[in-house]
T-cell receptor, first 118, second 110 residues
Framework: AQSVTQLDSHVSVSEGTPVLLRCNYS??????LFWYVQHPNKGLQLLLK??????LVKGINGFEAEFKKSETSFHLTKPSAHMSDAAEYFC????????????????FGQGTILTVHP | NAGVTQTPKFRVLKTGQSMTLLCAQD?????MYWYRQDPGMGLRLIHY???????AKGEVPDGYNVSRLKKQNFLLGLESAAPSQTSVYFC?????????FGQGTRLTVV
């Protein structure tokens, strides 16, 4: 079984300050991990993904995340927040199956709403 | 390059009515999913499919049925709509690189 816990339901930052959105996961096998962003009344956009290559993953719009197996974490960071970053962010895990070749179903965290103040 | 397309985008149903939501993808993905999104609850998996002709239950399957007769299409049916099914529904398809989502269907059951 797999699960995802996003540790903060709301995060508020000032424009130009760093962003940290926290995610812990549980997975039976080697997981794939993703961060998605959803702007108000919009669909979901893939920010970045980890699929067992480099543990530090760079995504779009200056976001990055680090996969830490020992801590079962995949926190999302950005050095300097922009007003356009205000949105809801979802951490997602997918088991890759015992053989490592199959692609499992996605499990979403509850979401973190990021507010950016001028 | 349409990606994942959901129809309709909006719908209002009366309690007890039925409807079908259509999801179509043109990326030749094996996996397809239906999620519902409710405030404060993230996205919850209703049903999913690992290939043409196969379906499986997710976290919240009650009150919904699905079919995957063609690889590119994944249909979600509500046989007898209830107000508790008021939600935003997202379809997705996926491969190893991630999942791609449709724009969502906002369904209101009155």
């Amino acid at each position: 079984a797999q699960s995802v816990t996003q540790l903060d339901s709301h995060v508020s930052v000032s424009e130009g300050t760093p962003v940290l959105l926290r995610c812990n996961y549980s997975s039976s096998y080697s997981p794939s991990l993703f961060w998605y962003v959803q702007h108000p009344n919009k669909g979901l956009q893939l920010l970045l993904k980890y699929t067992s290559a480099a543990t530090l993953v760079k995504g779009i719009n200056g976001f990055e995340a680090e996969f830490k197996k020992s801590e079962t974490s995949f926190h999302l960071t950005k050095p300097s927040a922009h007003m356009s970053d205000a949105a809801e962010y979802f951490c997602v895990v997918s088991d890759r199956g015992a053989g490592g070749t199959s692609y499992g179903k996605l499990t979403f965290g509850q979401g973190t709403i990021l507010t950016v103040h001028p | 390059n349409a990606g994942v397309t959901q129809t309709p985008k909006f719908r209002v149903l009366k309690t007890g009515q039925s409807m079908t939501l259509l999801c179509a993808q043109d990326m030749n993905h094996e996996y397809m999913y239906w999620y519902r999104q409710d405030p404060g609850m993230g996205l919850r998996l209703i049903h999913y499919s690992v290939g043409e002709g196969t379906t499986a239950k997710g976290e919240v399957p009650d009150g919904y049925n699905v079919s995957r007769l063609k690889k590119q299409n994944f249909l979600l049916g509500l046989e007898s709509a209830a107000p508790s099914q008021t939600s935003v529904y997202f379809c997705a398809s996926s491969h190893i690189g991630g999942a791609f989502f449709g724009q969502g269907t906002r369904l209101t059951v009155v």
